[in-house]
């Protein structure tokens, strides 16, 4: 299946993996898209669909990286379709999120990814950023950790949450040191006592990958790391007889 | 569309009981210690001991002092309880549920004692062979 | 107004999703942790077999000189070798890796964890390689 190049571009092919309900097992389609110096994933993935393939299934929004709706693995690596760029490779595999279940090619089902957010964190982001008042000072710092768009590319990236469908996930914990970090007038304690748990926190094995992979700055790994630190600094504590909760 | 925004309490944790100190600072603590410990064991063996304890009577002599023999226990005791632990990470990671994490934990303590138990046995019938 | 929103169903045959226990050791996409957790796992795993075989291996101590010495013969021969020079890389991956597990799971230097890990394994592969001429040149 071939599009037709213009001036100035050249045709790469595009390996995308299909699975629609029903199917047995996943097969890879192979399609040649005309592409220019400029060209990204997504803008190809469109193309496909509108010009060869109608059937395609893909989320996509806002264009810019700004949405996460459009996560998805290109030649392996997560990433957001919409700002990676196809640059001088002539074949290019695109893949739907790994670790969630895929409801149509490149489209997965992302009520897992929520359902590790949404207790530990979610709300409580949610309705700190509602709390009505000055931000306190020096507030600017931390909000990188805001950058969360949701994507699931952490969890797609962890090779825990593979294996493991207890496993909350970087995103989650990321989301619910946020409020540890910037309680706003919440009690932390309950929120630490939630990640300070095998299936939280102390599941991470250091890969590092959620946050190389992350495409918004959030580094996720670094707040589990930190979830680590103060819960064994308050584990240190009590036994030392010096105080301190968790 | 309204949405409620008021501050919402997490639930309560899975485990509200005393918690213990995670594994993973014991497989730090063991680690660090090993790293010691195996140190020690490598450069005795082959540096100290001009054959590299590759003969009988080298490797009897090794064991008859008390000094190397609390090394090699102490070695057997830390490395098994990190080769323990490390297998139970590796077994939690397919997120069994507690009362499974549970039997595995137990079983694997009773491995551990078992691993040990039967090496300080061997330890002593090597001397009595010898 | 409330709307109610079907939930999309997997597809059939591939509801999980989820890589699996083989995905640990997939390295393809990984970048420098992912690699690093694949090699601990993996030498951990070797480690851990390592340990059984050994604690086996020096039953024959129990059984005399003769049944050690035999032992030592086959340990002597180039085979072995290999496999002595395989266990301290083994050893060496997993004890220098675990130097920056320790640290950066606790929430110590986490900034420089790839740094780390690049280091050490330098450290690691001059160390084998040390090791290697030393057990081949048969000291």
């Not at chain 1, 819960?231 to 036994?239: E, F």
């Not at chain 2, 009981?17 to 497989?27: C, D, H, L, N």
């Not at chain 3, 059984?52 to 340990?75: C, K, N, T």
């Not at chain 3, 920056?100 to 330098?122: D, E, K, T, W, Y």
């Amino acid at each position: 299946m071939t599009a037709p190049a213009s001036e100035g571009h050249r045709t790469a092919r595009f390996r995308v993996l299909r699975r629609k309900a029903g199917d047995a097992a996943p097969h890879f389609d192979d399609f040649d898209v005309a592409v220019g110096p400029d060209s990204t994933v997504l803008e190809a993935l469109v193309a496909i669909r509108r010009d060869q393939d109608p059937s395609l299934t893909l989320r996509h929004s806002c264009f810019h990286a700004s949405c996460g709706t459009c996560g998805m693995r290109v030649d392996g690596q997560e990433g957001l379709a919409c700002v990676t760029k196809v640059g001088d490779a002539s074949e290019v595999t695109v893949e739907p999120l790994a670790n969630l279940p895929v409801v149509s090619d490149l489209v997965v089902a992302m009520d897992p990814f929520y359902d590790g957010l949404e207790p530990l964190g979610r709300p409580l982001v949610r309705s700190s950023e509602n709390i009505p008042g000055a931000l306190p000072d020096g507030v600017e710092a931390y909000t990188r950790y805001e950058d969360c768009i949701e994507c699931g590319i952490c969890l797609s990236a962890c090779p825990i949450a593979g294996s493991d469908p207890l496993y909350v996930g970087p995103a989650a914990i990321a989301a619910a040191w946020r409020v540890v970090e910037e309680p706003r007038g919440r009690e932390p304690g309950p929120v630490m006592r939630l990640m300070d748990d095998d299936q939280a926190a102390w599941r991470c094995h250091v890969a590092w990958e959620c946050s190389e992979a992350c495409p918004s700055g959030v580094d996720p790994a670094r707040a589990i790391m930190q979830v680590r630190r103060k819960a064994a600094g308050a584990r240190a504590r009590r036994l030392f007889g010096m105080g301190g909760r968790s | 569309m309204t949405s409620d925004t008021r501050p919402v309490e997490p639930p309560p944790s899975r485990d509200e009981g005393p918690r213990s100190a995670p594994p993973f600072v014991g497989q730090v603590v063991s680690g660090a210690v090993l790293i010691v410990l195996l140190g020690l064991h490598m450069v005795a063996q082959h540096f100290i001991v001009p054959s590299g304890l590759r003969f009988y009577d080298d490797v009897i002599e090794w064991l008859s002092n008390p000094v190397m023999v609390a090394i090699e226990v102490a070695f057997l005791v830390f490395v098994t309880y990190h080769a323990l632990v490390g297998v139970r990470a590796i077994l939690f990671d397919f997120g069994f549920g507690k009362r499974t994490e549970r039997l595995i934990t137990n079983l694997l303590w009773v491995v551990g004692i078992v691993t040990v138990v039967y090496g300080v046995a061997l330890l002593a019938a090597i001397l009595n062979a010898a | 107004m409330a709307t109610t929103v079907d939930r999309p169903r997997p597809a059939a045959g591939g509801e999980e999703g989820r890589r699996g226990a083989t995905g640990w050791f997939d390295p393809r996409g990984r970048r420098m942790g992912g690699l690093a957790f694949i090699l601990n796992r993996l030498t951990g795993i070797g480690l851990v077999l390592y340990l059984y075989l050994h604690l086996v291996i020096l039953s024959m101590l129990a059984r005399g000189p003769e049944a050690w010495d035999q032992f030592v013969d086959i340990a002597l021969s180039p085979p072995f070798l290999a496999l002595d020079v395989l266990l301290l890389t083994g050893l060496l991956i997993h004890g220098l890796n675990g130097i920056r597990v320790g640290l950066v799971g606790l929430g110590f230097v986490a900034s420089r964890q790839r740094a780390m890990f690049i280091a050490l394994m330098v450290v690691a592969a001059l160390v084998a390689i040390a090791g290697a001429l030393r057990i081949f040149s048969g000291e």
